[in-house]
C-alpha cells in the first residue's frame, strides 16, 4: 500500500526554538499533502493543506507565520513550528494524497505515523 | 458544511462482543465514507472504505455499509478482540479534504 513517512517521531526541544517536520510519501507522487494536529483524546484538527509548488492554505484559526509549510517536491512536505511554546506540544500528523488515483480513491489520504513535539 | 456526527464513547467491551460504532455524516454531494483506527501513540491507519451507496467496506473483521437513505456508515465487528483496543474515526471524503468525527475509545476486556 502507499507508505508515508515522518521524522522525527518524536521532538523535544526548549521554547522559543524552532522544529522541522517532514512528511514523505515513499511510493507514490503527492501534489497534496495536509497536517494535522490532535490534541489527547481528541479529534484530528486540520492545520494546512500543502500543494506541491505553491503556497499553503491554512484553516481558520491557524498562524501561518508561526506553522510554515513547504512542498518542494511530489514526495516531500515540511512543517516548520517557529519559536516554538508550550502551548504547541502536540502531536502532529501530516497525510498525502495520491495525485493520479491510481491505487487509490482521488479523495483518500495516507497518514504518517505522527510526530510527538514537546517543547519545555 | 460537511460533518461527521460519531458515537461518543469510551466503549467498553469483554472479548467476543458485538461491536457497534455509530457514525452519521452531511449528505452533500457524493462522499467517499471511511473508517480509520488509532492504535496508542500511533497515525491513522485506513480500516476499511465505501466509495457509493450500498456498498459494504470490510477488514479484518470490522463492516461498515454506505447508507445513503440513512446518511450512516456504521461500523460492526461480530467478534472483538483485545488487540482491537484503540481509538476509531469515521471519516467523510470530499475533493478538498477529509473530515472526522470526535473518535471512539473503544476498550476490550480480557
Known amino acids: 500500500g502507499a507508505v508515508v513517512s515522518q521524522h522525527p517521531s518524536r521532538v523535544i526541544c526548549k521554547s522559543g526554538t524552532s522544529v522541522k517536520i517532514e512528511c514523505r510519501s515513499l511510493d507514490f507522487q503527492a501534489t497534496t499533502m495536509f497536517w494535522y494536529r490532535q490534541f489527547p483524546k481528541k479529534s484530528l484538527m486540520l492545520m494546512a493543506t500543502?500543494?506541491?509548488?505553491?503556497?499553503?492554505?491554512?484553516e481558520q484559526g491557524v498562524e501561518k507565520d508561526k506553522f510554515l509549510i513547504n512542498h518542494a517536491s511530489l514526495t516531500l512536505s515540511t512543517l516548520t513550528v517557529t519559536s516554538a511554546h508550550p502551548e504547541d506540544s502536540s502531536f502532529y500528523i501530516c497525510?498525502?494524497?495520491?495525485?493520479?488515483?491510481?491505487?487509490?480513491?482521488?479523495?483518500?489520504?495516507?497518514f504518517g505515523p505522527g510526530t510527538r513535539l514537546t517543547v519545555l | 458544511g460537511d460533518s461527521v456526527t460519531q458515537m461518543e464513547g469510551p466503549v467498553t467491551l469483554s472479548e467476543e462482543a458485538f461491536l457497534t460504532i455509530n457514525c452519521t455524516y452531511t449528505?452533500?454531494?457524493?462522499?467517499?465514507l471511511f473508517w480509520y483506527v488509532q492504535y496508542p501513540g500511533e497515525g491513522l491507519q485506513l480500516l476499511l472504505k465505501?466509495?457509493?451507496?450500498?456498498d459494504k467496506g470490510s477488514n479484518k473483521g470490522f463492516e461498515a455499509t454506505y447508507r445513503k437513505e440513512t446518511t450512516s456508515f456504521h461500523l460492526e465487528k461480530g467478534s472483538v478482540q483485545v488487540s482491537d483496543s484503540a481509538v476509531y474515526f469515521c471519516?467523510?471524503?470530499?475533493?478538498?479534504?477529509?473530515?472526522f468525527g470526535s473518535g471512539t475509545q473503544l476498550t476490550v476486556l480480557p
Open positions: 471519516a467523510r471524503g470530499s475533493a478538498r479534504q477529509l473530515t
Open positions: 465505501a466509495t457509493k451507496a450500498d
Open positions: 497525510s498525502a494524497r495520491d495525485s493520479r488515483g491510481t491505487r487509490s480513491l482521488l479523495d483518500e489520504q495516507f
Open positions: 500543502s500543494n506541491e509548488g505553491s503556497k499553503a492554505t491554512y
Open positions: 449528505a452533500t454531494g457524493y462522499p467517499s
